[in-house]
């Protein structure tokens, strides 16, 4: 989750961390799937005519039919239908000081967008595209990078920061603002076993059913957290022998979709988690051939659409392909 995210910061991130696995089972154009199935594998983003050269995609999040992905190079948001091969913008970028884009959530009518280096936070009508409601961090001279949202069962937002060794929280109250509000942080990680360094650190985030707990990804380190969030406890996830450089989380009850693009073989990890959160199992990881650095995942429907965000191009300076979306059935 980066953007004018200083080429040496992606970079940083970019150390490979675990082993190769064994090759996709899914093909390029979707041979996981049974015959006849008519819609898209992959999903262009394409802002007029042929796929802009500097998207740099990086979050992703799904309601029904559509989806939404947003670049880190400018803040624009797209807007795709499943059906349909190509995503088109839904808002421009640098509208309403959104020249970067991270972290992307849908809920109650809301799409939800962390900004990265600018240090806020979007809310937008999922109908209109109207701005509803905005947040910021507090502007005290230290760097911050706000990176990921989880909303939980009652509304509350949490957004991680990967400079600051905080998170915050919106209240499900709170979510349409006259004007920018400040962000309030409501967990810090100093003096914990999480521990900040110069690096991208709390990354990917997702938040229990019942509320009480989040899980934090840390990816250089390939560690996950919990976050008690009635207790502001942060507790290392015991994953034995094995790790997760777990960029974009996706919780489906005790299954746990951690998206690697950081290792030999990008993918995503699929991890079985105990009931208090407190260690974890990784009993399986997905490859696909069409996957190129991917970052986040969203559900939609059996299938999980995965972002391809081509960092590593960027970090090397290299001409990258067309940006694209992948739509594979879920590990």
């Given amino acids: ?32 799937y049974p015959h006849g199935d008519p819609r898209p594998t992959t999903y262009l983003l394409d802002p007029v005519g042929d796929a802009a050269d ?4 990086e ?9 939404y992905v947003g670049s880190t190079t400018d803040g624009t948001i797209y807007r795709g239908d499943l059906d349909e091969p190509t995503a088109t913008p839904f808002l421009a970028g640098g509208e309403d000081g959104r020249t970067m884009a991270v972290g992307l959530k849908v809920d109650r009518g809301q799409l939800l967008v962390a900004g990265g280096l600018t240090g806020r936070v979007w809310a937008y009508d999922l109908r209109t595209g109207d701005l509803t409601a905005s947040w910021e961090v507090e502007q005290d001279g230290s760097p911050t990078f706000v990176n990921d949202l989880a909303v939980s069962p009652r509304g509350d937002v949490y957004v991680t920061d990967s400079m600051r060794p905080v998170m915050y929280r919106i209240d499900a109250r709170e979510r349409r603002t006259a004007g920018t509000q400040p962000l309030t942080p409501v967990v810090s990680f100093e003096g914990t076993d999480f521990t900040y360094d110069q690096d991208v650190n709390a990354n990917g985030l997702v938040v229990s059913r019942d509320g009480r707990y989040a899980l934090v990804a840390k990816t250089r380190t390939a560690e996950l957290f919990r976050v008690g969030l009635i207790d502001g406890s942060v507790t290392r996830v015991d994953l034995g022998d094995d790790g997760v450089a777990g960029d974009g989380l996706l ?18 990890a699929t991890v079985r988690l105990d009931r208090d959160w407190l260690s974890g199992t990784v009993v399986s ?5 069409s996957f190129d650095d991917p970052t986040t995942a969203a559900r939609a429907g059996r299938d999980l659409l995965v972002v391809n965000s081509q960092f590593e191009t960027r970090s090397a300076g290299g001409t990258p392909e067309p940006f694209t979306v992948s739509r594979i059935p879920a590990p």
């Fill in 285 to 289: 990881r997905t490859p696909d051939a």
């Fill in 1 to 32: 989750m980066r953007s004018s995210l200083t080429t040496s910061l992606a970079a940083a991130v970019a150390l490979t961390l675990l082993a190769a696995v064994p090759a996709s089972a899914h093909g390029p154009h979707g041979s996981g």
């Fill in 251 to 268: 919780l489906d009850g005790r299954r746990l979709y951690a998206v690697e693009w950081t290792t030999a073989t990008p993918g995503i």
């Fill in 59 to 67: 979050g992703v999040a799904a309601h029904g039919d559509d989806f």
């Fill in 54 to 57: 500097d998207v740099y995609p």
